[in-house]
């Protein structure tokens, strides 16, 4: 739950940790959530889609090649 991260990352030892803070500082002032960079979608849609293959069988062992192939093109076009 999130109360225990929160209590975690209020423990002194990992407050006070330089990396830690560097990192935090590093989110927290540069991060941009994935969602809102539209060209996400060129990942999220062809990685979720596979995943959906997979679990419906579609994806199999004999096919996995090409359609890994098939994710990696959608992945890298302007388009989906």
Request: glycine residues 8%; hydrophobic residues 40%.
């Given at each position: 739950?999130f109360?225990?991260?929160?209590?975690?990352?209020?423990?002194?030892?990992i407050?006070?940790d330089?990396?830690?803070?560097a990192?935090?500082?590093?989110?927290?002032?540069?991060s941009?959530?994935?969602?809102?960079?539209?060209?996400?979608?060129?990942?999220?849609?062809?990685v979720?889609?596979?995943?959906?293959?997979?679990?419906?069988?579609?994806?199999?062992?004999?096919?996995?090649?090409?359609?890994t192939?098939a994710?990696?093109?959608?992945?890298?076009?302007?388009?989906?």
């Amino acid at each position: 739950p999130f109360h225990v991260i929160q209590s975690f990352w209020s423990e002194p030892d990992i407050a006070g940790d330089v990396l830690v803070k560097a990192q935090n500082d590093t989110f927290n002032k540069t991060s941009i959530l994935q969602p809102f960079v539209a060209a996400m979608n060129n990942c999220w849609i062809p990685v979720e889609n596979m995943g959906k293959g997979i679990r419906n069988g579609s994806i199999t062992a004999e096919n996995a090649g090409e359609q890994t192939e098939a994710m990696n093109r959608a992945m890298n076009s302007n388009g989906i």
